[in-house]
């Protein structure tokens, strides 16, 4: 019986070990689960690495690189106009992209007017319809300064037949293209509520409305009615400061976004035509 009870364990042993070579572990081993589990965690260690390498080399550089052909750099550009007098202006809060004729036309097509340039006539026409309240539809407006330079471009809506409460925005062309070569131009959106002294020279000026948001959202608006924009993109955050004052005294407030509007035939219209 002794000799058959061996024989039985050694035959027991052989197929355990021959079970264990075929296991990941063999089965009488104290260590087995420590060495299960490290395998485990080396697993999921290699797992998250390979999940890493692919984010941080390859998904996000082509994210990235997308995004920058997309959105031009506006990182050092001004966030704020001045005065002729260094005083801060109006902030910026938005940008179009197109050429200047691509501008011009898409705000003639959305009903904006090219506002006149300033100067004794034009200055002295807007000052008789203010006080007599009649309608003054390319009224100038005042030059705000970027880059040491005035507005390149004007534009204007009348409301009714005061020419002290207008929609209006000014634009300046930037250096920075996008990816397929169209022009920048950033802008400063504003409603003229009325007209005053300014409250940092005394001077006549229009007040405006404190809510920039709203402005710059009715311009982007009357071009997407007028089916002007190929694409509309948001650069968040692009004011880190969300409130000030412009150049007359007036407060502003913003959700510092820059509405980023790409000119051009709607690409669901496009897509139809084709």
């Known amino acids: 019986m002794a000799e058959g009870s061996k024989e039985n364990s050694e035959v027991g042993a052989a197929e355990c070990g021959a079970a ?12 087995a689960g420590r060495r299960c589990r490290l395998r485990r965690a080396l697993a ?14 390859v998904i996000m550089p082509w994210d990235w690189r997308r995004y920058v052909a997309r959105h031009p750099d506006l990182a050092d550009a001004p966030r704020v106009t001045h005065t002729a007098s260094g005083i801060p202006g109006d902030p910026l809060n938005l940008a179009l992209v197109g050429q200047e004729a691509d501008v011009v036309a898409a705000m003639g097509k959305a009903q904006w007017f090219a506002a006149d340039r300033l100067g004794v006539a034009s200055s002295a026409a807007i000052a008789a319809d203010t006080v007599l309240r009649r309608p003054y539809a390319t009224a100038p407006v005042s030059n705000l300064y970027l880059w040491g330079r005035k507005e390149d471009l004007a534009f204007e809506q009348p409301v009714g037949r005061d020419p002290r409460r207008r929609h209006h925005v000014r634009f300046w062309k930037t250096e920075e293209i996008d990816a397929e070569g169209q022009t920048i131009w950033v802008g ?4 003229d509520r009325g007209v005053g002294l300014s409250r940092t020279t005394g001077q006549v000026t229009h007040h405006i409305d404190g809510n920039i948001d709203a402005e710059r959202d009715h311009v982007v608006g009357t071009l997407q009615k007028a089916e002007a924009v ?8 692009f004011h880190t400061q969300r409130e000030g004052r412009n150049g007359g005294g ?13 000119l051009g035939t709607p690409r669901a219209s496009r897509a139809q035509g084709e």
Do not use: K, N, Q
Not at 20 to 31: S, V, Y
Not at 44 to 57: M, P, R
């Open 230 to 237: 190929a694409s509309l993109d948001w650069l968040d955050d």
């Open 188 to 191: 400063a959106a504003t409603f």
């Open 20 to 31: 264990g070579a075929d296991a990941a572990e063999p089965c009488h081993d104290p260590t």
């Open 250 to 262: 007036d407060r502003w407030h913003t959700d510092g976004r820059l509405a980023l509007v790409y």
């Open 44 to 57: 999921i260690a290699l797992a998250l690495g390979g999940i890493y390498l692919a984010v941080a080399y």
